[in-house]
């Protein structure tokens, strides 16, 4: 058992969904994968890898709002989860990002 005043349980949950989604979506054997942005400023690294986008913000204090990235789907697109929700260690910022499809916009990328 960890200790709950820490992140590792926290990381270790992060950790356990990220495998959970990898058995469903088998990412790490498809061919596609691609860096579409990765800005130094920002501290964002946006990659796809298989049928799925991968958004990473590692800035310690700034969260993003409409942040535009490419993908090489012109699907709609939706969030499965997210390191921001509270059983993550997150601030809840997102909530109402879940089950909510996000318009994508394909021209030019």
């Known amino acids: 058992m960890y200790d709950k005043n820490l992140r590792y ?3 270790a949950a992060f950790d356990k969904m990220m495998n959970s989604m990898e058995i469903i979506f088998k990412s790490m054997v498809k061919t596609h994968q691609f860096v579409s942005n990765q800005h ?4 964002v690294i946006v990659y796809e890898k298989g049928d799925l986008i991968y958004i990473f913000n590692f800035h310690p204090t700034q969260s993003y709002e409409n942040y535009k990235i490419g993908t090489m ?3 709609d697109h939706f969030v499965l989860y997210e ?3 509270d059983r993550f260690g997150g601030h809840q ?8 499809w996000y318009e994508s916009y394909a021209e030019g990328y």
């Open 9 to 11: 349980g926290q990381l």
């Open 40 to 43: 130094e400023g920002d501290k």
């Open 73 to 75: 789907w012109e699907s």
């Open 83 to 85: 390191t921001d929700e």
């Open 93 to 100: 910022r997102l909530n109402d990002a879940h089950n909510q």
